[in-house]
């Protein structure tokens, strides 16, 4: 059965670089075909999509927040990680790491969820 | 405000058929699958629809989606009350590069 587990700080102060870890259990991330996501939900708000990445090098990010993005995997503990740079309060959400699928809107496993308060 | 278009809210009695739709362009719904996410009050989301109007295993045939040029819609037949929840439509976007979420439905069952 295929899980995900995200852990991260909860709280980060303006300026700072928020770092999230996403754990997969029950497949490899080598696996071919998915990428490997994340995504958010500010307080009271809609879904948006970061980015993906694939364990064979292509990431996609999203274009608005792309120059404050890594999304990177680590094949020998089976994770996968976030890092958004020079945080604000408009970072303040819900985050969720996900399995998806290149250029597509699928996401079939999720995470819980972590959420993160900038302050 | 979503390039993809939804109604924030929605509402119908148990037992009746609801539909909400998602309106895009030819840049994403015209040329690519379209997603269905339910997201249950402090929930993560969960895929409901896939490449438009299949069902992964375990989701009840009540629900149903199809896809029309650039115009989306989710159907929900034989309300329930667990049916209530928010509903999210996702595409990839050609011109953007990234996949985008339509603004959500909050879907009240009276």
């Known amino acids: 059965q295929v899980q995900l587990q995200e852990s991260g700080p909860g709280l980060a102060k303006p300026s700072q670089t928020l770092s999230l870890t996403c754990t997969v259990s029950?497949?490899?991330?080598?696996?071919?075909?998915?990428?490997w996501s994340w995504l958010r939900q500010q307080p009271g708000g809609g879904l948006e999509w970061i980015g993906y990445?694939?364990?064979?090098?292509?990431?996609y990010y999203n274009p608005s927040l792309k120059s404050r993005l890594t999304i990177s995997l680590d094949t020998s503990k089976n994770q996968m990680s976030l890092k958004v740079y020079s945080v604000s309060v408009a970072d303040t959400a819900v985050y969720y790491c996900?399995?998806?699928?290149?250029?597509?809107?699928?996401?079939?496993?999720w995470g819980q969820g972590t959420p993160v308060t900038v302050s | 405000q979503s390039v993809l278009t939804q109604p924030p809210s929605a509402s119908e009695t148990p037992g009746q058929r609801v539909t909400i739709s998602c309106s895009g362009s030819s840049s994403n719904i015209g040329s690519n699958f379209v997603y269905w996410y339910q997201q249950l009050p402090e929930t993560a989301p969960k895929l409901l629809i896939y490449r438009n109007d299949q069902r992964p295993s375990g989701v009840p045939d009540r629900f149903s989606a199809s896809k029309s040029g650039t115009l989306a819609s989710l159907a929900i037949s034989g309300l329930r009350s667990e049916d209530e929840a928010d509903y999210y439509c996702?595409?990839?976007?050609?011109?953007?590069?990234?996949?985008?979420f339509g603004g959500g439905t909050k879907l009240t069952v009276l």
């Open positions: 990445t694939y364990y064979a090098g292509r990431t």
């Open positions: 029950g497949v490899s991330i080598r696996i071919a075909g998915y990428y």
């Open positions: 996900a399995r998806g699928l290149q250029r597509q809107g699928y996401f079939d496993f």
């Open positions: 996702a595409v990839w976007d050609d011109n953007l590069s990234g996949v985008i």
